[in-house]
């Protein structure tokens, strides 16, 4: 008797995007406002090393969705967690700290901006965060990304009965 097994492996992520000055989704730092850090792993995971809390504010997206309602309702299915690393102690209230602000709306689930593969004008994001955006008058309660929010956020993504990764080593010096 012969006997034979086929294991396969999922590894389902979504990448971490920032926006832009014409509100689509690209590579985080491509938009020339000081964010700072780069990509690990084929984009699975990013590593922060700068943010801007000010004008025009930092923000992060769970990018590729089918589509814009898609991305939209990606947020009910959503959760993270944190561990503590890089000389932080306290974890940082994505998602959360959007619900209820102006950025709380569809149309902040963009499509991608097309200059990278990983950022295909076919697919969509749905925001996790503005950094600093308590500084302006948009109720946003998310606060300023500091040193004491460092560490590693896994956020799991259910999406069409799939579970998708997306990994975020906030590593800031201040």
């Known amino acids: 008797m012969k006997v034979s097994a086929k294991i396969q492996v999922s590894d389902l992520f979504f990448t971490i995007g920032e926006s832009n000055y014409n509100y689509t989704v690209g590579e985080f730092g491509n938009n020339g406002y000081g964010g700072q850090g780069y990509y690990k792993n084929h984009y699975r995971e990013i590593h922060i090393t700068r943010v801007y809390n000010q ?5 992060l997206y769970i990018f590729g969705f089918n589509n814009q309602n898609d991305a ?34 569809i149309v902040w689930s963009p499509k991608g901006d097309g200059k990278s593969e990983q950022f295909p004008p076919n697919k969509w ?23 004491k929010y460092n560490g590693i956020y896994t956020f799991k993504t259910t999406y069409k009965g799939k ?12």
Request: hydrophobic residues 30%; neutral net charge; glycine residues 10%.
């Open 72 to 105: 939209w309702n990606a947020k009910n299915n959503m959760s993270f967690t944190y561990q503590s690393a890089y000389g932080g102690n306290s974890k940082y209230p994505f998602i959360f700290c959007i619900k209820g602000m102006e950025h709380d709306s």
């Open 55 to 59: 004008m025009p504010t930092m923000e």
């Open 125 to 147: 994001g749905t925001i996790i965060v503005d950094f600093g955006g308590t500084n302006i008058n948009w109720g946003s309660v998310c606060p300023p990304a500091t040193k």
């Open 163 to 174: 579970t998708y990764t997306s990994i975020l080593h906030l590593k800031l010096n201040e």
